[in-house]
C-alpha cells in the first residue's frame, strides 16, 4: 500500500519467503507520476543500476535492472553490530506499588521488564524455561528482537535464533501514515497557530506497523527510524519469532494514526496505534516532537496502552483503515474535542470481542483517561463488532456533532454527539439503526457486512447523504463466498439546526438535531443503479474492462419521495474493503475487489493462490447513484458501438499473497505508467464583468 504526496509517494510491503518488510520512498518527478531520473535527488539513497551482461554457453545471461531506491530495510540492515543496543525502542508494563495498579511507559531494555514480561521471554510455546543460562537466552531473544543479528544460525556455532532476511519485519495489513512536520489540524483558537508555528520545522514523520513486533516511526526526509513500540499485549508472543520453525503470524498488523489535542494547557500530537489481527486493543503514544524520543522521557511518550492483561469485554481487534478528512488524508477527526469540552480518541470496538457486541468506544486523552462506551447492537453473542466511525462537524467549530459508523451484521448506526454532555449521547433514532443492509428486499435477505467508513455529502434538500459499500475479509470462508454486496447512498433526513451566534474561531454555538428525520426500512424506498457484467469497451493500453452504469433519476421530493440508491456489485464474491473517497465534486470513487483464493488472511503465506483476485473501480455520483457525464478515465477504449464514458473499470489482478508484495499508485523503476484517472474540466468565470448599480 502506498501514500502519495505531491513529489514523492512512500510504499510498504514484504517478502513472503523470508517475511521481510520494508518502507521505500520514491522520489518523483515534478508533476508526473514517474520516478525522477536524477538518481541524485533520491533522498533514502541508491542500489545502483546493473548493466546486462551477455550470456555464455555455459552461463545465462543477466538482465539489466535500473537504479532503484533504497528502503527502511536496507537502512537498517546497514547499521553497524550496536545498532541494536543504541535503538530507541519503547513498550509499556503493569506495575503494582503499595497495592495501586498502575501502567508506566517504559525503555524496552531487560532491565525495565517486569517480572511477569521477563518469564515471558523465557517461554517458548507453553514451556517456561527455568534453566541457570534462562536468563542469558531470554536477554539473547530480546536483543534479537531489538535487530541483534549475531545469534541466528547461520551467524556461527552459538546461532540458536531464526534466520532473517532482514531486520524489518514484514508490513502486511497496516497503512502507511504521515505525519507532515507542520501541524495541520486547522485550528484557529485556544493557542494552536502559536504551537503550529512553533513546529513548523519539526521533521516530517511516517508511522507503520510490522510483524515483528514493533510499530515504527521514521523520518520520512531520511528514512531512519526514530522511535520503535512494542504493545504490551503482545510480549507474551515475541519468542515466537525467535523460532528456526517459525510460521508467520500477526504482530503490530494495524492501521496507525495521528491527531493534534490540547492537554492542559499545552497542544500536543498524538499517535494511536493498534495490533488489529496481531491482538485486541489500542496504545497510545505521544509523537510531538521527535526531539524528546530519548529514554529519560519513556514514561512521558507513552500515554496508554490498553493491549495488555485483561482486556475490556467489549474491545475487539480494531483492522479498520484510518478515517481521513475530504480532501486531505493526514488529518483525521478520530482524535477530537467533543462538545462536552474533552479530548478522545474515538474508533469502534473492532471484531471478535468477547461480547461480541457492536459498540463506539470514547476513550479519553485528558484528565482522567476514562473509557466511554456507546453501545448500539447489545445483544451480545452475534458475532458482531462496530467498523470505524465518521465524524461529522455540522457547524464549522471542528467539534464532531455526529458520527456514523457500520457493523459486522449490515446495520449503519448514527450516534448522537451533539449535546454539550456525554450523558446525553446516544444511538439516534430511538436505539434502531438508520438502516439494515440486505441483499434482499425487506427483512428476509441476507446481511451485509460493513467494515469500512461511510462517506458523507451535505444534501441539497438538507440532511446528509451517507455513503458506503459491504463486503467483509476477515477469515479464510470470507475469500471464497460469493454473497452479494452492495453500494449504498442512504438520504439522512434529520433536520439541522444551527445556532445562529456559532462562532467557530471561539468555539461558541450548538447543533441540534431534529426529530423528524427517520430510519430506512426497505429496499423499496431506494433507487436501483446497476451495471451490466459485460464490458461496454476494453482500453487499448492496459486490456481493462470498462463498464458503463446507468443514471435511473432519483427524487427526494413529493408523495413518492425516495431515501436513497443503492447498485449490486455484479460480480461474485466482488466487495468493498477500502473506504470511500472523493474524486471530485459530487463524485464518488469506490474501490472494490474480488479476493483471491488459496491463501489464509490468518496466516499469510509465499504459496502463490490458486484463483487470482481482481480490482474494480467505481466512478458515480454520490446524490442520486448515476454515471458521471463525461469520461472520467483518461485513456482510449475499443468499442464496436460508440465511445464508452465508463464510470467502472477492471484493474486486473492488482492483488498478490504470495512473494514479493507491491501495491503502487505511481510508476516504480522499469514499470510501464498505468491508465490514470482525470477529474472533469472545471469552468472558469469570467472576471472582467462588474456589477452596475
Known amino acids: 500500500q502506498t501514500t502519495r504526496l505531491a513529489t514523492s509517494a512512500f510504499a510498504a510491503g514484504y517478502d513472503g519467503k523470508d517475511w521481510s518488510g520494508y518502507v521505500t520512498r520514491y522520489d518523483l518527478a ?38 532503484t531506491p533504497k528502503s527502511t530495510a536496507d537502512l537498517m540492515d546497514e547499521k553497524a553490530a550496536s545498532w541494536p543496543a543504541e535503538r530507541f525502542v519503547l513498550s509499556h508494563k503493569t506495575q ?12 524496552w531494555t531487560w532491565a525495565n521488564l517486569s517480572t511477569d514480561q521477563k ?40 546461532g540458536i535464533f531464526r534466520n532473517r532476511g532482514s531486520r524489518h519485519g514484514d508490513v502486511v495489513n497496516s497503512r502507511l501514515w504521515y505525519l507532515d512536520g507542520k501541524p495541520g489540524s486547522g485550528y484557529t483558537r485556544d493557542g494552536y497557530p502559536a504551537f503550529r508555528s512553533a513546529n513548523a520545522s519539526r521533521p516530517s514523520m511516517l508511522y507503520v506497523g510490522a510483524n515483528d513486533g514493533m510499530l515504527h516511526g521514521f523520518d520520512a526526509t531520511t528514512g531512519e527510524e526514530k522511535i520503535a513500540y512494542v504493545p504490551e499485549g503482545l510480549i507474551s508472543a515475541l519468542p515466537e519469532l525467535t523460532r528456526p520453525t517459525y510460521t508467520h ?68 481487534h480494531i483492522l479498520s483503515e484510518p478515517v481521513t478528512e475530504r480532501g486531505d488524508p493526514s488529518v483525521t477527526r478520530q482524535i477530537a474535542r467533543l462538545n462536552n469540552g474533552r479530548w478522545a480518541l474515538v474508533t469502534g470496538n473492532g471484531y471478535n470481542s468477547s461480547s461480541e457486541k457492536a459498540v463506539l468506544l470514547i476513550q479519553y486523552l485528558d484528565g482522567a483517561r476514562e473509557l466511554l462506551k456507546i453501545t448500539a447492537d447489545g445483544t451480545g453473542g452475534n458475532g458482531n463488532g462496530l467498523s470505524a466511525p ?15 459508523a457500520g457493523d459486522l451484521r449490515g446495520n449503519m448506526w448514527k450516534f448522537d454527539l451533539s449535546g454539550a454532555s456525554a450523558g446525553s449521547w446516544s444511538v439516534a433514532f430511538s436505539g434502531t439503526p438508520l438502516w439494515v443492509a440486505r441483499d434482499g428486499v425487506g427483512a428476509t435477505g441476507t446481511r451485509q457486512p460493513i467494515t469500512t ?21 476477515l477469515t479464510d470462508a470470507d475469500r471464497t463466498t460469493s454473497a452479494r454486496q452492495t453500494l449504498y447512498g442512504l438520504y439522512d433526513n434529520t433536520p439541522i439546526t444551527r445556532n445562529t451566534a456559532e462562532n467557530p474561531l471561539t468555539g461558541s454555538g450548538s447543533v441540534t438535531l431534529g426529530s423528524a428525520g427517520s430510519a430506512i426500512t426497505n429496499r423499496s424506498a431506494l433507487v436501483e443503479q446497476t451495471t451490466g457484467s459485460t464490458p461496454a469497451g476494453t482500453t487499448t493500453d492496459s486490456g481493462s474492462n470498462i463498464y458503463q452504469l446507468s443514471s435511473n ?18 460480480e461474485s464474491g466482488e466487495r468493498l474493503l477500502e473506504n470511500i473517497a472523493w474524486f471530485d465534486g459530487d463524485l464518488i470513487d469506490a474501490r472494490s475487489v474480488v479476493p483471491a483464493q488459496g491463501g489464509d488472511p490468518t496466516t499469510e503465506t509465499c504459496d502463490p493462490p490458486s484463483v487470482g483476485g481482481r480490482r474494480y473501480r467505481t466512478i458515480l455520483n454520490a446524490v442520486n447513484g448515476s454515471a458521471p457525464e463525461s469520461q472520467v478515465f483518461a485513456y482510449t477504449a475499443t468499442d464496436t458501438t460508440g465511445p464508452v464514458t465508463g464510470s467502472r473499470v477492471e484493474n486486473g489482478v492488482g492483488i498478490s499473497i504470495g512473494g514479493v508484495k507491491k501495491e503502487s499508485m505511481f510508476t516504480p523503476p522499469g514499470s510501464t505508467a498505468a491508465p490514470e484517472a482525470r477529474k472533469l474540466g472545471s469552468v472558469t468565470l469570467r472576471p472582467s464583468w462588474r456589477q452596475l448599480q
Open 453 to 473: 467508513a461511510p462517506a458523507w455529502l451535505a444534501h441539497p434538500q438538507g440532511g446528509l447523504m451517507i455513503l458506503f459499500g459491504t463486503g467483509q475479509n
Open 390 to 404: 465518521r465524524l461529522l462537524d455540522l457547524n464549522g467549530d471542528k467539534i464532531p456533532d455526529v458520527a456514523y
Open 553 to 570: 433519476p432519483v427524487d427526494y421530493t413529493g408523495a413518492a419521495a425516495r431515501r436513497g440508491w443503492f447498485m449490486d456489485l455484479p
Open 249 to 316: 503470524r500477526y504482530f503490530v498488523d494495524g492501521s496507525p494514526f495521528t491527531g493534534d489535542l490540547r492537554i492542559g494547557s499545552d497542544w500536543k500530537t498524538y499517535l494511536a496505534g493498534f495490533p488489529g489481527a496481531g491482538g485486541k486493543g489500542y496504545f497510545v503514544l505521544d509523537v510531538t516532537n521527535p526531539a524528546t524520543f530519548v529514554e529519560a522521557n519513556a514514561n512521558n511518550l507513552v500515554v496508554m496502552d490498553r493491549t495488555g492483561g485483561t482486556v475490556d469485554d467489549d474491545i475487539g
Open 96 to 107: 503494582t506499588v503499595g497495592g495501586v495498579t498502575t501502567g508506566v511507559g517504559i525503555s
Open 30 to 67: 515534478t508533476g508526473s507520476a514517474a520516478l525522477d531520473p536524477d538518481t541524485s535527488k533520491w533522498k533514502w539513497g541508491v542500489h545502483p543500476a546493473v548493466p546486462a551482461v551477455p550470456g555464455t554457453t555455459t552461463t545465462p545471461p543477466v538482465p539489466a535492472k535500473p537504479a
Open 119 to 158: 518469564n515471558a521471554l523465557k517461554t517458548v510455546g507453553a514451556t517456561l524455561d527455568t534453566s541457570t543460562t534462562a536468563d542469558a537466552t531470554a536477554i539473547a531473544r530480546m536483543d534479537f528482537l531489538r535487530g541483534s543479528r549475531t545469534r541466528e544460525r547461520d551467524a556461527g556455532p552459538a
